[in-house]
């Protein structure tokens, strides 16, 4: 079946524009994360949700990022006044449930990129 | 400190050897472990979960000791298809937050 889907796979913004990053998680998943990877480190947590709301957003490094899901399926991940240290590689996931062993796919990701 | 620590390596090794990734987790309340494999420019797949009494998946065996709160991944018998990095991943809640460490790259020559 489909996995993970995220768009665009790319972004190229300016300094203080607003993005918007979609994910489309595998159907009938209830759990959805985002995490973002910066060059040469590992997936670092945003947020994850468990049905339409936010059960940890512990991982959003400050005001300017936003996540929502309203329906409980796909995702949007926003970033305002875009800074070039937010430039990096953000990857989407879901699982089945939002339990610990609870296997989590991956999205390719999309690239971001702050000029 | 970093909550997950590993050697980000390059590990270089030939075909057919034997190479070991170890990782260290510093929250002791730390739940569940796993390895994922990250191929380049590509996303992190699971490779497998690690449970305390060790497991193996062919040629691939993972260790967890939670006294030392570390965690090791074996492979035997390197396939040049291993080439990656090798992600140590740690769920400290109930929820499905995961802590990724730096990753290990390996690369296998023929």
């Known amino acids: 079946g489909a996995g993970v889907s995220q768009t665009p796979s790319n972004k190229v913004t300016e300094k203080g524009k607003y993005v918007e990053l979609r994910c489309d998680p595998i159907?009938?998943?209830?759990?959805l994360y985002w995490y973002r990877q910066s060059l040469g480190q590992g997936p670092e947590f945003l947020i994850y949700?468990?049905?339409?709301?936010?059960?940890?957003d512990s991982g959003l490094p400050n005001d300017r990022f936003f996540a929502v899901r309203p329906e409980g399926s796909v995702s949007t991940l926003k970033i305002q006044r875009t800074e070039r240290g937010d430039s990096a590689v953000y990857l989407c996931?879901?699982?089945?449930?939002?339990?610990?062993?609870?296997?989590?796919?991956f999205g390719p990701g999309t690239r971001l990129t702050v000029l | 400190r970093k909550e997950v620590e590993q050697d980000p390596g390059p590990f270089n090794v030939p075909e057919g050897a034997t190479v070991a990734f170890n990782c260290t987790y510093s929250?002791?309340?730390?739940?569940?472990f796993f390895w994922y494999r990250q191929d380049c420019r590509k996303e992190p797949k699971l490779l497998m979960s690690?449970?305390?009494s060790g497991n193996e998946d062919g040629r691939f065996t993972a260790q967890l000791n939670r006294a030392s709160q570390y965690i090791s991944l074996l492979i035997r018998d390197s396939k040049l298809s291993d080439s990656a990095t090798y992600l140590c991943?740690?769920?400290?809640?109930?929820?499905?937050?995961?802590?990724f460490g730096q990753g290990t790259e390996l690369s296998v020559k023929p």
């Open positions: 949700f468990q049905g339409t709301g936010a059960a940890d």
């Open positions: 159907s009938g998943h209830t759990a």
């Open positions: 991943v740690v769920n400290i809640g109930q929820g499905g937050k995961l802590i």
């Open positions: 690690v449970y305390s």
């Open positions: 996931a879901s699982s089945f449930l939002a339990g610990r062993s609870d296997t989590q796919y």
């Open positions: 929250n002791s309340a730390s739940q569940s």
